[in-house]
Nanobody, 115 residues
């Protein structure tokens, strides 16, 4: 079983930057795709960014492309999300996702962008 723990969620002002971290622990062999999702109350969960096993290919939601960067460090079993030029509409709970032999989710970390 894989246990995912996110960190880094804070309240920031528009235009500021924030970096989220997610570390996987537990019993597992290989973690393939890792990703970040986000969800606002009453809204459908959406994919923000995902990255392949080698960390050399990533996909982003159109709304964050050019502002967010996903990366991973397999030696640390970690995935990161660097968020720049944050907007009010980026406010959401951000959840870490990992696919090994099955899907795993973190508990989520709150990111609030407000003036």
């Amino acid at each position: 079983q894989v246990h995912l723990v996110e960190s880094g969620g804070e309240t920031v002002q528009p235009g500021e930057s924030l970096t989220l971290s997610c570390v996987a622990s537990g019993y597992f062999s290989t973690i393939y795709t890792m990703a970040w999702y986000r969800q606002e109350p009453g809204k459908q969960r959406e994919l923000v960014a995902r990255i392949n096993i080698h960390g050399d290919s990533a996909q982003y939601a159109d709304s964050v492309k050019g502002r967010f960067t996903i990366s991973r460090d397999n030696s640390k079993h970690a995935v990161y999300l660097q968020m720049n030029s944050l907007k009010v509409e980026d406010t959401a709970i951000y959840l870490c996702y990992a696919h090994a032999l099955r899907d795993y989710w973190g508990q989520g970390t709150q990111v609030t962008v407000s003036s």
